[in-house]
């Protein structure tokens, strides 16, 4: 999912196809949301955020078809830019967030469903 989102943030694609591969319901809208904002605002992302996963409750153990995962994502390396320009948007250094979300297997195929995403500076 994360993956699909730095591509089309590289463009600030809303529409990108490939959202909807491994996000669904909210998840799907945050993403969406994201992207829709940063193409009126005429912001692209550049670069990668990197991320420390790890689950922490699989739904039911012996045959899940839910996952919950915690993060503390760094997006120090994933800085808007002006679209039309291509400079630094502002001189935020962004940070780690906290980020939480629920996978569900859906028809067979893994995607994120819910996801929540704190403001800079909520996990270390």
Same mark, same amino acid.
């Given at each position: 999912?994360?993956?699909?989102?730095?591509?089309? @943030? %590289?463009t600030?694609?809303?529409? *990108?196809a490939?959202?909807?591969?491994?996000?669904? #319901?909210?998840? $799907?809208?945050?993403?969406?949301?994201?992207?829709? #904002?940063?193409?009126?605002? @005429? =912001?692209?992302?550049?670069?990668? +955020?990197?991320?420390?996963? %790890? =689950?922490? *409750?699989?739904? +039911?153990?012996?045959? +899940?078809?839910?996952?919950?995962?915690?993060? &503390?994502m760094? #997006?120090? @390396?994933?800085?808007?830019? #002006?679209?039309?320009?291509?400079?630094? %948007?502002d001189?935020? +250094?962004?940070?780690?967030?906290?980020?939480?979300?629920? =996978? @569900?297997?859906l028809?067979?195929? $893994?995607? =994120?469903?819910?996801?929540?995403?704190?403001?800079?500076?909520? &996990?270390?």
């Open positions: 999912m994360w993956a699909d989102m730095v591509e089309a @943030g %590289r600030a694609d809303f529409r *990108a490939r959202l909807g591969d491994h996000a669904t #319901s909210q998840a $799907w809208q945050l993403l969406y949301g994201g992207l829709m #904002s940063a193409h009126d605002d @005429g =912001v692209v992302l550049r670069g990668d +955020p990197t991320f420390t996963p %790890r =689950v922490t *409750a699989v739904t +039911p153990a012996d045959r +899940p078809v839910a996952v919950s995962i915690v993060d &503390c760094d #997006s120090t @390396g994933w800085r808007e830019y #002006s679209a039309a320009t291509g400079t630094l %948007r001189d935020k +250094p962004g940070g780690k967030h906290h980020a939480t979300a629920t =996978v @569900g297997l028809q067979g195929a $893994w995607k =994120v469903t819910q996801l929540h995403v704190d403001g800079v500076g909520t &996990c270390t």
